[in-house]
């Protein structure tokens, strides 16, 4: 990757034990200025502090053999990403489930119609439209925390699983796209990450981001909100549970919803109505996206 910066920057960089190259993918851009530098400096500095340490000063030797092995530069800026987002942000994680009968009934019609769709390509589509009806979602905080960021675009990360660590790619402007385009990018996205083929102005700006564990297995888990976001949505395996329809218990094909967001942004009340809204789309997912598919 070739990463535009000044001589002085560079120069910076070296000074602080920065590396370019790795920031620029953080970033999403291919130009680095010194003040990307210095901001980085302190979520670093800020992120462990020099008592916290000590806790990992351990000779680990003592107990056996050991060997060390190096971080990769994904690793790296996830390491550094969490540290800051874990000590910043006052996170809370709402659980929800949502029903998605409707939604495989869909799937297994379009498959018929040679139109394969995965589950995460409502998801997708879905999430946008929650957060073109709730705009305080799609927002950032300025960095001096005075000012809120309205954001009149709705793009979506995707948390991506490889071999050398979890990346992010972007589907921008999801609200303009139909539900086989989503559906192309996510498989796009998945197959070139694994490959380490992503561009760099694929990664970074998301409104929000989505992290699926559903082809793994789980009920629930905690994800953290990737900064400058202020929300994540978790989604978990889908599970046939009894529900109660009134006389009798009936078969339901429901997935685990876990948002988590930034309590200094989002409150309790308004996370809930977020899922309650998300999980009513998803039980009619052709008044979303039917007209939408191609």
Request: with cysteine; proline share 5%.
């Amino acid at each position: 990757m070739d990463v535009i910066a000044s001589p002085s920057t560079r120069k910076l960089a070296l000074e602080l034990g920065l590396d370019i190259e790795e920031l620029a993918i953080r970033l999403g851009r291919n130009t680095i200025s010194q003040d990307d530098l210095k901001q980085k400096k302190v979520l670093i500095t800020e992120g462990v502090t020099s008592d916290a340490l000590k806790y990992w000063d351990v000779d680990h030797t003592r107990w056996g053999k050991i060997k060390t092995e190096p971080l990769n530069k994904t690793a790296s800026v996830a390491l550094t990403n969490l540290m800051a987002a874990n000590k910043i942000i006052p996170s809370v994680t709402h659980h929800d489930s949502g029903k998605i009968d409707r939604i495989e009934k869909l799937r297994k019609n379009l498959k018929n119609e040679d139109k394969k769709i995965t589950q995460l390509a409502f998801h997708v589509l879905v999430l946008a439209k929650c957060l073109s009806s709730f705009p305080r979602f799609n927002s950032s905080l300025s960095t001096d925390f005075k000012h809120l960021i309205l954001k009149d675009y709705i793009n979506i990360g995707i948390a991506v699983d490889t071999p050398f660590g979890l990346v992010v790619p972007v589907i921008r402007n999801v609200n303009l796209l139909n539900l086989s385009e989503v559906s192309q990018k996510l498989v796009d996205f998945a197959d070139r990450a694994q490959r380490k083929r992503l561009r760099p102005n694929e990664l970074g700006g998301a409104s929000m981001t989505i992290s699926s564990l559903g082809g793994i297995g789980g009920e629930s888990f905690t994800p953290i909100v990737n900064p400058p976001e202020v929300a994540i949505l978790g989604i978990s395996k889908m599970d046939i549970r009894p529900v109660w329809d009134g006389e009798k218990f009936i078969p339901s094909a429901e997935v685990p919803l876990d948002l988590t967001y930034d309590h200094r942004i989002i409150n309790g009340a308004e996370a809930a109505r977020f899922l309650k809204y998300y999980t009513t789309l998803l039980d009619r997912p052709e008044e979303l996206v039917l007209d939408r598919v191609t």
